[in-house]
């Protein structure tokens, strides 16, 4: 315990449990190709952040289709609707993220602007213009928003901080649960990661100022657990140089006023699965090409196991919703040599 915090403190190798399952295998279900001409007949194009629903259908926001935004798909990848028109007006879009389930509904943040709500079946239902600048905002199942914003009256020369909060319906701040202190873009070579993911009623924080540790919160934005892990350091090599600034990395570092730094940070980002499990991805280089090691944590913070994933990553510091874990099945993009993405289902057999 810590200020009345619990702490856990995991080591290098993870902890067998008795009855508990520590890895799975990965099953592939149906893989949604972007290069399909159905889909370009209805005007899919590039597909960037997605969200599933408790019955699998997913929804997948485009920001090349030709009309709507938001592509819905049942569990089988079949198409069902479009909705989220491009525009300006009440319920149209212009420059979505994050999107949200939420019950019988799905909450979409549109720029800098406004949240828009849906039904499930894409008709519209309200909007929530801000008074401030926002980025993303995520309704919680207890009423309550969780917002993340720049602190703009806060800024220094350094550096640009946002804030992510607990907010009421008018979103006005009940309690700031952390911050995030964004370089000045001078001093960005390798911008340190900061993200979070919202499962089975609580709130994970990943911050680069405090190494690998995770802080939990319960939906009333109070902090009752910190994940704590030790790691072995991965030296920066020229492998991830380019995966982060490019072919041209070392005429870039060569102009840079900062160098990149000797190792990697601790890990580059994760997801939840729906029973507050949490996936970890480090730096350790995996089983195969492209493979790279996931930390498995249980619910209670308790690393587990490890597992080896081929899951596009480069660029993900701040946590944008790319891969999902739900009802047993993992939900990531997997790359083409033609370019093009495929959306691919695993089933997780868990053993």
């Known amino acids: ?7 856990v403190i995991n080591h290098i190798e993870s902890y067998k449990i008795k009855g508990e399952r520590s890895t799975f295998t990965l099953e592939e279900g149906f893989v949604f190709d972007t290069e399909r001409e159905d889909l370009f007949e209805k005007g899919l194009g590039f597909v960037g952040e997605f969200e599933v629903d408790s019955e699998g259908n997913i929804y997948i926001v485009g920001f090349k289709n030709i009309e709507n935004f938001i592509n819905k798909f049942d569990r089988k990848g079949n198409f069902i609707t479009s909705f989220g028109r491009r525009g300006q007006g009440p319920g149209e879009l212009e420059w979505p993220s994050r999107p ?4 019988d509904k799905i909450a979409v943040t549109d720029g800098f602007k406004k949240l828009v709500i849906y039904s499930k079946d894409g008709r519209f239902l309200n909007e929530i ?7 993303k905002v995520e309704p919680l199942k207890n009423g309550k928003y969780l917002i993340y914003m720049p602190k703009r009256k806060f800024k220094t020369p350094e550096y640009l901080p946002y804030s992510l909060s607990l907010c009421n319906s008018e979103f006005e701040e009940i ?3 952390d911050v995030y202190k964004l370089p000045a873009m001078e001093l960005q070579v390798l911008v340190p990661f900061f993200m979070w993911r919202i499962s089975n009623g609580k709130i994970y924080i990943a911050n680069e100022e405090r190494g690998y540790e995770i802080w939990v919160y319960d939906l009333e934005g109070n902090l009752i657990r910190k994940i704590r892990k030790e790691y072995r350091p991965i ?3 020229d492998e991830f140089k ?3 600034l490019g072919p041209d990395y070392k005429e870039i570092l060569k ?9 990697m940070p601790p890990l580059n980002y994760f997801f939840t699965d729906d029973e507050g499990q949490l996936f970890v991805m480090t730096y350790e280089k995996g089983e195969n090409p492209g493979e790279y090691i996931y930390d498995i944590f249980n619910p209670n913070g308790i690393f587990i196991g490890r597992k080896s994933l081929n899951i596009p990553w480069a660029g993900k510091y701040f946590g944008p919703k790319y891969e999902k874990a ?3 099945h993992l939900y990531c993009y997997r790359e083409k040599e033609s370019g093009f993405s495929e959306l691919v289902v695993y089933k997780m057999n868990w053993e």
């Open 1 to 7: 315990m810590e200020d009345g915090v619990e702490v």
């Open 100 to 103: 949200v389930v939420n019950g």
């Open 129 to 135: 213009r801000f008074k401030t600048r926002i980025f």
């Open 175 to 177: 309690k700031e649960l």
């Open 235 to 237: 030296v920066a090599t």
């Open 242 to 244: 380019a995966k982060f």
């Open 255 to 263: 102009i840079s006023k900062n160098k990149f730094p000797s190792y």
């Open 326 to 328: 739900k009802n047993n």
